[in-house]
T-cell receptor, first 108, second 114 residues
Framework: GQNIDQPTEMTATEGAIVQINCTYQTSGFNGLFWYQQHAGEAPTFLSYNVLDGLEEKGRFSSFLSRSKGYSYLLLKELQMKDSASYLCAANAGNMLTFGGGTRLMVKP | DVKVTQSSRYLVKRTGEKVFLECVQDMDHENMFWYRQDPGLGLRLIYFSYDVKMKEKGDIPEGYSVSREKKERFSLILESASTNQTSMYLC?????????????FGPGTRLLVL
């Protein structure tokens, strides 16, 4: 079956760097999505990694290691507005399988 | 910008009622999805559709059915609502024939079944 694990909660300080990890066990893996979801709102797309390595997009970067079944989302220069849940989702077979989400709280 | 809309943001229904949740997307996407989101469980796929009049079961289809009569509209039906179907329901759409394409989500419908 499909299994996606990520920490439930993380806390970080404004201006700092935080890394949110995601491990997955899936068959037929195609790639790994990261979404951001603010409370009461829809998830919005952040990144999609298909190949191994780091992809940088402004303050956000995402990393994938297919051999290790591991991904992380790196947020730099944290801002208060980055307080949200971050969802990783494995694209495998015919479906996306989501992790439980990591709730990130950014403190002043 | 892709826009996915859902008919209601909040809905309160009684046990046994038939419930319709509507989702419309305006970007001519082929693929549409219905998820429910519960604390600690993340998003779980209920049903999805690759084309008009086509539907596929997701991970948790029991107690639900869907309808896709037009490309832009995907409806989720709770034939007889139960309290364990109290949840946040999210619709999503994506273009293309495969799931490699990014899914765009609607704002969600928070359903309370009493």
């Amino acid at each position: 079956g499909q299994n996606i694990d990520q920490p439930t909660e993380m806390t970080a300080t404004e201006g700092a760097i935080v890394q949110i990890n995601c491990t997955y066990q899936t068959s037929g893996f195609n790639g790994l999505f990261w979404y951001q979801q603010h409370a009461g709102e829809a998830p919005t797309f952040l990144s999609y990694n298909v190949l191994d390595g780091l992809e940088e997009k402004g303050r956000f970067s995402s990393f994938l290691s297919r051999s290790k079944g591991y991904s992380y989302l790196l947020l730099k220069e944290l801002q208060m507005k980055d307080s949200a849940s971050y969802l990783c989702a494995a694209n495998a077979g015919n479906m996306l399988t989501f992790g439980g989400g990591t709730r990130l709280m950014v403190k002043p | 910008d892709v826009k996915v809309t859902q008919s209601s943001r909040y809905l309160v229904k009684r046990t046994g009622e038939k419930v319709f949740l509507e989702c419309v997307q305006d970007m001519d996407h082929e693929n549409m999805f219905w998820y429910r989101q519960d604390p600690g469980l993340g998003l779980r796929l209920i049903y999805f559709s690759y084309d008009v009049k086509m539907k596929e079961k997701g991970d948790i289809p029991e107690g639900y059915s869907v309808s896709r009569e037009k490309k832009e509209r995907f409806s989720l039906i709770l034939e007889s609502a139960s309290t364990n179907q109290t949840s946040m329901y999210l619709c999503a759409s994506s273009r293309g024939a495969g799931l490699q394409e990014t899914q765009y989500f609607g704002p969600g419908t928070r359903l309370l079944v009493l």
